[in-house]
């Protein structure tokens, strides 16, 4: 068994040791010190690596089924125990990749849909789409969530498009990982990072969101989930 597995690894690792020669390891300022970008060559550099997560699947470092199992549970007891979001509201899930975040939010009897670059094969939770530059209507949802934030090629455009398509006083729930002064890292998909959270929500604040709750939380990373309300439209 273990033989097979080696085989079928291989492609799988050498496709993964190209494109990491190609993307590198350098981080550029975002606007001030406090946020990093990778460097990319072009943003379609960017793309490839965003959409390669689900293509080197035999390596993947995270038992899919089981988180998929688990993370629905945790986010959908979250979801409740904020008592924000009710049921019926339209749920946005960005970077969604197979919609485990979408599951838990039709849990809770809300309307949800996910979007990534690569949401896979016969996904039915998940539409292939940019979060940079979304595919809906303006103040056409009661939620956007994410917990794929530090993904993001470019945080102001990712904001801007959530402002846009929140409804008044729609709500951005986020999941995000302790910033590099706190002892977070960055994985190898990782395409921004942040000194603090506090950092990051100054810069949500400064963007149009007023913050309502601040929740630690140590799964599926270390960090915090962030609910904020929208309080004004470009």
């Excluded at 080696?6 to 010190?33: A, S, T």
């Excluded at 470019?154 to 008044?168: I, N, Q, T, W």
């Excluded at 709500?171 to 942040?194: Q, T």
Aim: aromatic share 10%; hydrophobic share 35%.
């Amino acid at each position: 068994m273990k033989i097979i597995r080696f085989f079928r690894e291989i492609p799988d690792k050498i496709g993964q040791h190209y494109l990491k020669k190609r993307i590198g390891k350098n981080w550029v300022n975002q606007g001030d010190h406090r946020l990093k970008q990778r460097q990319y060559g072009n943003y379609q550099d960017y793309i490839e690596h965003q959409a390669a997560k689900l293509n080197f699947e035999s390596i993947c470092p995270v038992d899919l089924q089981d988180y998929d199992k688990k993370y629905r549970q945790v986010l959908r007891d979250r979801i409740k125990n904020s008592k924000l979001i009710k049921e019926g509201q339209s749920v946005l899930c960005l970077g969604a990749r197979l919609g485990t975040e979408v599951k838990a939010f039709l849990d809770h009897g809300c309307f949800a849909v996910g979007i990534d670059l690569n949401p896979g094969k016969s996904n039915y939770y998940v539409l292939p789409g940019d979060f940079h530059n979304l595919q809906f209507a303006d103040r056409s949802v009661d939620v956007v969530f994410s917990n794929s934030v530090d993904h993001v090629f470019d945080l102001e455009k990712f904001v801007k498009e959530a402002v846009r398509v929140l409804k008044a006083d729609g709500l951005l729930v986020i999941e995000v990982g302790r910033g590099r002064e706190e002892g977070g890292s960055s994985g190898f998909y990782e395409s921004l990072h942040w000194s603090t959270i506090d950092e990051l929500l100054s810069f949500l604040k400064n963007h149009g969101f007023d913050s309502l709750l601040r929740q630690p939380i140590d799964f599926p990373v270390g960090g915090e989930h962030l609910v904020l309300r929208v309080t004004r439209k470009n």
